[in-house]
């Protein structure tokens, strides 16, 4: 096999230097990159002898063993996957990769005396952006004793800036943006919004991007996908869906009330974040009650999802979806639909044997490669999480991708849909393009007030 340009680069980064980010963009082949780097450090150069690779769930169950038996590397893959007995059998195993989801990292590390791993790989870091995270406090703790770290990820500050110290600080343990986040703050952020002694937003100082980027440039690579592929188009369409005038009369009483009675049942929105969450649930055809039950709304959803697959006869399709209850609506309208649940899920929709595919975006945002099996998606329901969207969007349009790919986003009119397209569009993240939603009904309705008690929770009141 031989590896593009752009890749040969990065895999003489990873062999020459101890500790290295690639930041490369979705669908550039991080995995085969790294593989191969792995291959000459253990068979070549005998410099390696066994490499830990932390990973999502899904991530490792398939993709890292199916990418060595796809290009036939002469690398045994051993997964740390399930109870605690098969990790531990797993772990007395001989073998050149071990692969363990990032979840189990602290049981790693709580439970492993002498580290066995010459080579730490972290697929997708940006799940180890939080210093607070166990995981995180972990590695951080083993760091000393790991020879080679290599981090991989396509979106390295989902959130801004701020993300980017602790995986920095797991490459170097300090030495280019500061020993603690603190120091990494006070260089190069101000306070931004608070409330007394609380900050809820750090904001950059002028040049900050570009004097943190040349503070890592020796060791972080980072790579854009459309200044290396040539990958087909991709089409990103609204289809506009119209509820029932009195459908559309509940959903503003709750939007403007903040609860709702309806078919005996009390819905109520406490919070910014519950009232959207809501009226996103209403938007996708229910709403749960007090209890957590759902109350079905409508179908509107159901019915222009079922005019898109009956318009597509022939071709496989992708849904995603995000409240528990979309699910259960999707399968009631398509029994035959089938949940990406295994890895035999991911093969078989490859395989072109899986019609309807129902995907959460969060099960399938890193890393899996599911451009073999079709190019139509369909976002069944919104969500405000950008790098969720772009990770899910790239799970298709990537390397290996023949078709056009064709991006359908199911948009109730009149709904908070909406707020949250303006916000994919505009690239605000999360909790941002939520508080700007909110801010706008609040305008639209002028009788609130709202006050943000803490970065998690915004309390909404009526005056």
């Known amino acids: 096999m031989k590896l593009r340009p752009y890749q040969a680069y990065a895999c003489q980064q990873i062999i020459d230097k101890p500790a290295c980010a690639l930041f490369l963009d979705m669908g550039l082949g991080k995995t085969l990159t790294t593989l191969t780097a792995i291959d000459e450090l253990i068979n070549e150069r005998f410099e390696v002898g066994r490499v830990l690779v932390i990973a999502p769930l899904r991530v490792a169950e398939t993709t890292w063993p199916d990418e060595v038996q796809k290009w036939g590397f002469d690398l045994k893959v051993v997964k740390i996957l399930g109870c605690k007995s098969v990790r531990r059998n797993a772990l007395q195993q001989d073998a050149d990769i071990f692969v363990i989801n990032r979840e189990n990292v602290p049981w790693l590390c709580e439970n492993v005396k002498d580290w066995p791993f010459d080579m730490v790989v972290i697929d997708e870091s940006s799940s180890f952006k939080n210093p607070q995270a166990k995981r995180f406090k972990c590695l951080k703790r083993i760091r000393p004793l790991i020879h080679r770290l290599v981090l991989l990820t396509g979106t390295p500050t989902p959130n801004g800036l701020m993300d980017l110290w602790s995986q920095m600080y797991l490459i170097d343990r300090g030495k280019r943006l500061g020993k603690t986040i603190g120091k990494y703050r006070e260089r190069w952020f101000y306070p931004g919004s608070g409330y007394g002694h609380v900050v809820y937003e750090w904001v950059p100082k002028e040049h900050a991007h570009e004097e943190i980027y040349k503070a890592i440039s020796d060791v972080a690579i980072s790579m ?5 592929l040539s990958l087909p188009p991709v089409i ?5 869906v119209k509820l029932d005038d009195w459908a559309l009369y509940e959903y503003k009483k709750l939007e403007r009330e903040l609860m709702l009675s309806i078919k005996d049942k009390d819905i109520v929105a406490a919070t910014a974040a519950a009232l959207s969450n809501k009226l996103l649930q209403f938007a996708d055809g229910f709403c749960y009650d007090e209890s957590g039950e759902p109350v ?3 179908g509107k959803k159901l019915d222009a999802l079922q005019e898109i697959v009956e318009d597509n006869e022939r071709k496989n399709v992708m849904v ?3 409240f528990k209850e979309d699910l259960a609506m999707l399968k009631g309208r398509f029994p035959k639909a089938r949940e990406l649940k295994t890895a035999d899920d991911v093969r078989d929709w490859n395989a072109g044997k899986v019609p ?3 995907v959460h975006p969060a099960s399938a945002g890193h890393g899996l490669n599911l451009q073999q099996g079709g190019s139509l998606a369909v976002w069944y329901s919104m969500t405000w999480s950008l ?3 772009q990770q899910a969007n790239k799970r298709l349009h990537r390397s290996g991708q023949e078709h056009t790919v ?12 909406a707020e949250v397209m303006k916000a994919l569009e505009s690239k605000r993240e999360g909790q941002d393009g939520l508080l700007e939603a909110i801010k706008a009904r609040i305008l639209e309705y002028g009788g609130w007030r709202w006050t943000r008690e803490s970065t998690q929770h915004i309390k909404v009141t009526t005056t």
Request: negative net charge; proline residues 0%.
């Open 224 to 228: 854009k996908s459309e200044d290396y």
């Open 236 to 240: 990103k369409n609204e289809v506009h």
């Open 406 to 417: 064709v991006i359908h986003h199911l948009v109730a009119d009149g709904t908070m849909d």
């Open 296 to 298: 079905v709304m409508h």
């Open 387 to 389: 790098e969720l969207y």
């Open 320 to 322: 995603f979806y995000w």
């Open 356 to 358: 309807l595919l129902l």
